[in-house]
């Protein structure tokens, strides 16, 4: 199976949880509400998982094996630290695009 396109939603308020990811497979299958959290070591993924009757967590979809869980938390991370650079490079020129319209104002 072949990550075809993935979609991350950053989370903005304080917290662990940074972003809700959705990755689609061959273009044909499609695992929403992955969750990129930060812990104590870093970044990591959580599978989409329903609270059991009990009060645990259990995933409904995750990798089987390590290689293919490893494969898709670096594709996912890789493409979330990619949307916040483009978040901040836009932050920024809106920032300069203020700048450009007050130095016109008083410029008149």
Known sequence: MNITDIWIRPIAKEGKMKAIASVTFDD???VHDMKVIEGSNGLFLAMP?????????????????????????????????????????NTQEEGLQVEEENSQEESF
Do not use: M, W
């Open 28 to 30: 044909e299958f499609v």
């Open 49 to 89: 998982s329903r609270r059991t009757a009990t009060g645990s967590f259990r995933d409904i979809a995750h990798p089987i094996n390590v290689n293919a869980r490893k494969c898709l938390e670096e594709a996912i991370l890789k493409k979330y630290h990619e949307v916040l650079q483009e978040a901040k490079e």
